[in-house]
């Protein structure tokens, strides 16, 4: 359902994304893993419209998306994540939740926004926190907002940047969880993550970038036995 | 012709003035990460200061200016010290607004100090060295000479001091990369307090070399202020040379760009404008400036 | 909620009262405080809840000043009409910085809008033929009577239709987006904000407000001079309103304004030096209290426990 072909983008001299093409299709569960600066944070800000293109084409549902605005790639369903958590701090925690209730036309009354924005709060038990100020939830807590303020979206792509660094161990049992209950309910995944067993674990497919291109894609498995990938992370 | 070319001089003596405003602003930038909105206040309390050395204690106007230099490197050291080091210690949220906000307000604050302490009236300062000289049909003011000299040999100490010292090498490092600079063992805080001290005092030496060739006023350093913004942005925020080359140009911008107005008064009015409409376009079409890449941006 | 209702209800009884009390001067004194209270709550609106710091409210409250003005004196327009346009031309005025500043952020929408701000203010010097520049420009006054009190009135009627116009926004969900832009605006954009149209609509609803305290002030005070109207220091003066308020309230950029414009009166026989004191208390303030001195007490009453911990509080 969603395209990326030949893909490229240059940041004054440097090409941090070199051709790259990869499907994503209806329900999967993706995820991104390289090195550092490999180009994966880069390829979500390309998909969310942050970034424009320096070439290439992003497809979804059919339909061109390289060029639109975030705004407009947001309501067709494709929600993220930042690697930095990204909470409005002044604001509470239910009126982070509402933003993309109402920045999205046609979502019904705000009325049923709020019960559903409080109901996903509850999903996340963080539903006691809704009228605290954002600035002043825990970064684990922060998190889960993010990943909350996400699904307000409806999204059908979820694209999740690092969702388990500096996150406590039994919080990341938690995510995991939620992520296997979301792409449950038919959501789509792309997850870039350092964290190479709970991207091991939760994925059905792997890509594997380094400077920008992609090396390997496939089931974890073939992927962990692939030497260019050992290679890359290993190596030089 | 000839008034072309003492047109075209006169722009390169104010070019110069230009740049020893410019390049302290461009130093804070690189080394603070912020812009100084108090910069041009800075120009104005160097201007005072030396006027009353001279006129009060009788010291030579030229000994004045660099001990007006010295006053407000103090006056900048405090600014720093009380008002952004919070910046630094993580003791204030919204770093960027509180850096706009709180230098604007010094800004303030120096004004209405200098109204009240000094008058709302414009005063002359001492001449560094009266009478004129003449170069073949150019006939100049000797202020202006000693003035284009005086900052000339600042700018090269400048340089000197930034290229070939340890400290000019801290203050290198610390522009660059603020943590790593610390692993090395270097005090950013200090660098801070001496990087705003020194771009200030090139302001405050400016604002005192300027009391003798026009008139100083409370009101003085705004549009030096402004321009000297101008000039950066064009320039590429935190570029020494690019603060040189940008200050060269808008000082002939304006001389030259005064001649081809119509109405002779409303063009002295105009001539202010230049700057301003050149930061607005500059701002519009290459917001990282001629030179520069870097955007600003403290969180 | 309740409070606030109840609250301003009090504040706008007050404000009627005020006649009753004061006379000819103090009561100038309060036009001017409502004046100033209308500027710096649209700066807040534009500063404290879109974080958009400009500097140009006073240039654009000159802009609007300067052509209801010029249009009463040249070309005769009824002075309703003019009150109207003055507000207008700021409006479209603010809506091309707005669309010219999109781009920008932090210190180079500042830096523009001081530049703007100059622009306009030699500008209007400069053409001294048509505005009479430092020499002053004498406007019609919008009443015949030399009594203050239908003035008083007008700018108290003006003050609370405005503030209620912003209040509103405010609360809806424009609000909501303006403060989503400032806190982060990548993070906006990508859950659905259209964040240009609302950084515009910040700008044009703030300028046209900036514009309209502008158009009454030129038919009030009579004389215009661009300096006045418009210096650096003014602007100054303006955000120690708003700042000694709290950035974040327009009620604390209404009293912050009442406040500072009596205490300059009142302290009228220290001269400049009360305006050292303004300028001291904005950077103090600023310092050791970064939202403001009134809206904290304020928030202090209505301060909120922090709820009992949960797994997501474990920090790695
Ligand atoms: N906004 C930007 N400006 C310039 N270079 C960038 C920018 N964002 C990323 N890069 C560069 O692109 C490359 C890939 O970065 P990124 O996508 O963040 O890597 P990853 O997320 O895989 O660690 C890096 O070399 C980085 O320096
Ligand atoms: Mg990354």
């Not at chain 2, 230099?69 to 960027?96: C, I, N, S």
């Not at chain 2, 001389?255 to 409409?277: C, E, H, Q």
């Not at chain 3, 006649?19 to 709550?41: C, G």
């Not at chain 3, 520049?133 to 003006?158: A, E, F, I, Q, R």
Request: aromatic letters at 10%.
């Amino acid at each position: 359902m969603l395209e990326v072909a030949e893909l490229v983008k240059d940041f004054g001299g440097v090409r941090a994304i070199n051709k790259l093409s990869f499907t994503v299709g209806e329900n999967e569960l993706l995820g991104i893993i390289g090195p550092n600066g490999s180009g994966k944070t880069t390829t979500i800000n390309l998909i969310s419209g942050l970034f424009k293109p320096t070439n290439g084409r992003i497809t979804f549902r059919g339909k061109r998306i390289d060029g639109l605005p975030s705004y407009e790639i947001a309501r067709r369903g494709i929600g993220r994540t930042f690697q930095v958590t990204q909470v409005f701090h002044r604001m509470s925690v239910l009126e982070n939740m509402m933003v993309p209730a109402l920045a999205v036309p046609h979502k019904g009354e705000e009325k049923d926004q709020k019960k559903k924005a409080l109901r996903i709060l509850g999903f996340l038990k963080i539903d006691h926190l809704r009228n605290e100020f954002a600035r002043n939830l825990s970064g684990g807590q922060q998190k889960l907002l993010e990943l909350g303020r996400i699904l307000m979206l409806d999204p059908d792509v979820i694209m999740l940047d690092e969702p388990f660094s500096g996150v406590h161990p039994k919080l990341k049992m938690n995510i995991h969880e939620y992520i296997k209950e979301m792409h449950a309910e038919g959501r789509t995944f792309i997850i870039i993550s350092h964290d190479l067993q709970s991207i091991f674990n939760l994925s059905q497919r792997l890509i594997v970038l380094n400077e920008g291109t992609k090396i390997c894609d496939g089931v974890p498995q073939d992927v962990k036995d692939d030497d260019r990938v050992v290679e890359a992370y290993l190596g030089d | 012709m000839d008034f072309f070319v003492a047109q075209a001089l006169n722009g390169l003596i104010i070019g110069l003035l230009y740049a020893l405003i410019a390049i302290g602003l461009s130093l804070i930038f690189s080394v603070l990460k912020l812009v100084n909105f108090a910069h041009g206040e800075c120009c104005m309390m160097g201007a005072f200061v030396s006027y009353y050395f001279s006129t009060l204690f009788g010291i030579n106007p030229l000994i004045a200016v660099f001990l007006s230099m010295v006053v407000v490197f103090l006056l900048g050291v405090a600014m720093q010290y009380f008002f952004l080091r919070p910046l630094y210690t993580g003791a204030v949220e919204r770093k960027d607004e509180y850096a706009i906000l709180i230098t604007f307000g010094l800004g303030i604050f120096f004004q209405n100090l200098a109204m009240s302490l000094f008058g709302p009236w414009t005063k002359k300062s001492q001449d560094f060295l009266s009478g004129v000289t003449s170069i073949g049909f150019l006939t100049v003011d000797n202020n202006r000479l000693v003035v284009s000299f005086v900052a000339i040999a600042i700018v090269l100490a400048l340089l000197l001091i930034i290229n070939k010292t340890f400290v000019g090498k801290a203050l290198r490092a610390v522009s660059q990369d603020r943590d790593a600079a610390a692993i090395v063992g270097i005090n950013s805080h200090r660098i801070n307090m001496l990087a705003f001290g020194v771009g200030v005092a090139l302001a405050g030496g400016a604002g005192a070399l300027i009391g003798p060739i026009f008139l100083i006023s409370p009101m003085m350093g705004i549009l030096p202020g402004i321009k000297s913004f101008v000039i950066i942005v064009l320039g590429g925020m935190g570029s020494i040379k690019g603060a040189i080359i940008g200050s060269l140009l808008l000082g002939e911008i304006e001389s030259l760009g005064s001649i081809y107005l119509l109405d002779p008064t409303r063009g002295l009015a105009y001539k202010n404008a230049f700057g301003v409409l050149l930061l607005a376009i500059v701002l519009l079409v290459k917001p990282t400036g001629l030179f520069g890449e870097r955007h600003v941006r403290m969180e | 909620m309740k409070k606030n209702v109840i609250g301003a209800g009090i504040a706008i009884l007050i404000g009627v009262a005020v006649p009753l009390v004061f006379r000819s001067y103090w009561l100038h004194v309060a036009i001017i405080a409502l004046y100033y209270a209308l500027l710096a709550s649209s700066w807040t609106m534009l500063a404290g809840f879109s974080g958009q710091f400009s500097f140009a409210t006073m240039a654009l409250g000159g802009i609007g000043a300067y052509t209801s003005a010029l249009l009463v004196i040249n070309v005769q327009l009824p002075m309703w009409l003019a009150l109207i346009c003055g507000a207008l031309a700021a409006t479209v005025v603010g809506l091309l910085i707005g669309v010219l500043v999109l781009r920008m952020r932090g210190p180079y929408l500042a830096l523009f809008t001081i530049a703007f701000s100059e622009l306009v203010r030699i500008t209007l010097n400069a053409e001294y033929q048509l505005t009479r520049g430092d020499m002053g420009l004498t406007v019609p006054h919008l009443y015949t009577t030399v009594s203050k009190t239908p003035y008083y009135y007008t700018m108290l009627g003006l003050l609370v239709g405005s503030l209620l116009v912003m209040w509103t926004v405010l609360r809806s969900r424009y609000g909501l987006f303006f403060r989503a832009i400032r806190e982060q605006e990548e993070a906006a954009a990508v859950m659905g904000v259209n964040v240009v149209r609302y950084k515009i609509m910040a700008f044009v609803i703030s300028s046209f407000f900036a514009g309209l305290a502008g158009s009454f002030f030129a038919h009030y005070i009579g004389t215009l001079t661009p300096n006045s109207m418009m210096e650096i220091p003014r602007m100054g003066l303006l955000i120690a309103m708003s700042v000694i308020g709290g950035i974040e309230s327009l009620a604390g950029a209404v009293a912050g304004a009442v406040l500072v414009e009596f205490l300059q009166e009142y302290l009228r026989a220290l001269e400049m030096w009360r305006f050292v004191i303004f300028g001291l208390a904005l950077v103090l303030i600023l310092r050791f209290s970064q939202n403001g001195l009134i809206y904290p007490i304020y928030q202090r009453f209505a301060a909120r426990r922090v709820e009992p911990r949960t797994v997501a509080d474990a920090e790695a």
